[in-house]
């Protein structure tokens, strides 16, 4: 196993190696799912990213593994199958990052405990040997007890049943660990800008430029894959320019409010609001997340902001379903992000309903493999079958994949106290490197126990280059609380300044892009 490199380090590979395998464009949960499979296959893998690892959709979800239950109720039995099986490869092969979640059901009539009940024997069923509990029918008394905040009127009682929660963004980071420790080469910041091709009219390089230096580079690859989430019509576009759009992106809004507002370890499943969707109220870093909204749109862009219209869609089906219920006032951040969904052919319904949850994994008549489509949950299976696509595309000696039960860096069953246990094995070495200035045990911000020693970590071990990708991504205090995570910046700003050798001008720079950016995360 190698350590994780520098980025000069990964940068002079890029400059240096002659032809790779595979390289992969896009770092959210896809791409980098497939730089570790491919990687621990033993193939020669570059992975290039525009922005921050997971800085769009794969940061910004609901937190939940699950097999998706109400995919169950549109009658997805297959997609729900390899779902729960995805749920349970996380748990096993990431658990520092993952944990079981129990979920309740508020019913307000015999019929919907019933219905919902025998749907979730049933969602039970279909996991297996990789179940993570057994759905009960809950009193009414037992749903207050659980939800002490819960609307009682009409309450006839509930359901409980266990799901799955994680932290994206912290899993994304160890998943681009995992690739560099098993030899891939891994950027982000460097974009890829246009494709070159040989006399058949085969992709055979891509043109990409760093985004800190603006130094080009042409790498040379036997294939070339397409996993950019929302933007992979862009880059099949960069192929060719007559091409028409395969995703049609589907906006999930949340909002971030005290914990007070469940008041418990049990998260809310809302499972009809007035419009058919449903809606979670998820403990999460000891807040809770409400959320999320699923409505389409036609522009993609990697910062989307909740329309008015969703905040109020979430606070009104709140405010029918806990009391006290939370307003405008209570919002410590809001955040959106959007889903890569694989729109049918010949078809532009206004429901998102109408687009397919599963992935399409495709091949260009350039030999471009695209990936799209498809969910956190399972990004492992994905990777597995675009690597296989890939390897049959550039004629690459086939190996298996390694990666079913195959450990993600950090993996360990330990806990820790609060946030800590997110770290898994590197806890140690965190606190170890701690020891070296006390000053760097200091809390980043008050109320919160991140320390100043977390930004030296991940200024030397996971890949931070803005003081964005430390405080949205690396530690979550942008989702968590936005005006706090303002107050933070200057503070993370000098430390990364000082361990990545800037310039005397950058964090008032890296400061006011950073308020800028935390803006959006407000109302």
């Known amino acids: 196993m190698q350590s994780v490199l520098t980025r000069e380090d990964q940068l002079n590979r890029l400059r240096t190696t002659e032809k790779w395998d595979i390289i992969i464009i896009g770092g959210g949960a896809t791409g980098l799912g497939t730089a570790v499979d491919a990687a621990t296959r033993g193939y020669k893998v570059l992975l290039l990213e525009k922005y921050d690892f997971a800085k769009g959709t794969s940061s910004k979800s609901t937190k939940l593994v699950h097999g998706g239950v109400r995919y169950l109720a549109n009658g997805d039995i297959k997609l729900v199958i390899g779902a729960l099986k995805e749920r349970g490869r996380i748990f096993k092969n990431a658990p520092h990052v993952s944990t079981v979640q129990s979920f309740v059901i508020p019913v307000y009539s015999t019929f919907s405990k019933l219905k919902y009940l025998i749907g979730l024997k049933l969602y039970d069923w279909l996991a297996g040997s990789l179940r993570v509990g057994n759905s009960i029918s809950l009193s009414k008394k037992e749903v207050i ?119 418990g370890k049990d998260a809310l499943m809302i499972p009809e609001t007035s419009d058919g969707r449903v809606l979670f109220g998820v403990p999460w870093h000891g807040k809770v997340l409400l959320g999320t909204t699923d409505i389409p749109i036609d522009e993609h862009e990697i910062e989307p902001r909740p329309m008015d219209q969703e905040i109020e869609f979430i606070l009104e089906t709140a405010k029918n379903y806990l009391s006290p219920a939370p307003t405008r006032a209570d919002i410590l951040s809001i955040y959106a992000g959007l889903r890569p969904l694989a729109a049918p052919t010949g078809k532009d319904g206004e429901s998102t309903k109408e687009i397919s949850r599963d992935h399409k994994l495709i091949k260009s008549d350039s030999n471009l493999v695209t990936i799209t489509g498809g969910k956190w949950t399972t990004y492992r299976k994905m990777a597995e079958e675009t690597v296989d696509m890939a390897i049959a595309v550039a004629g690459l000696i086939p190996v298996p994949c390694k990666t079913k039960q195959m450990p993600i860096h950090g993996a360990t069953k330990d806990r820790y106290h609060g946030h800590w246990s997110l770290y898994g094995k590197d806890y140690a070495a965190i606190q170890l490197l701690a020891q070296e200035n006390p000053a760097w045990k200091e809390e980043i911000v008050p109320g919160y126990d991140y320390q100043l020693v977390e930004v030296v970590w991940s200024c030397r071990h996971e890949f931070i280059h803005k003081v964005e990708d430390f405080l949205a991504r690396r530690c979550r205090l942008l989702l968590l609380d936005a005006k706090a995570s303002i107050k933070a910046a200057r503070r993370v700003a000098k430390i990364m300044a000082v361990e990545l050798n800037k310039p005397e001008d950058w964090v008032e720079k890296e400061v006011k892009e950073y308020e800028e950016l935390a803006s959006r995360y407000l109302l």
């Not at 912290?170 to 690739?179: E, F, G, I, K, P």
């Open 145 to 263: 007890e659980k939800l002490p905040h819960i609307a009682q009127k009409d309450l006839h009682g509930g359901i409980l049943y266990y799901d799955g929660q994680f932290d994206d963004a912290r899993l994304a980071v160890n998943l681009a660990q995992t690739a560099v420790e098993h030899g891939a080469t891994v950027l982000n910041y460097v974009e890829a800008k246009n494709f070159r091709k040989d006399e058949q009219g085969k992709l055979s390089a891509v043109i990409c430029k760093d985004q800190e230096t603006g130094e080009e580079f042409v790498a040379k690859g036997k294939v070339i894959i397409n996993a950019t989430g929302i933007f992979v019509d862009d880059i099949l576009k960069l192929d060719t320019p007559t091409h028409k759009n395969l995703v049609r992106p589907s906006q999930g809004s949340h909002i971030v409010i005290d914990q007070k507002f469940l008041d």
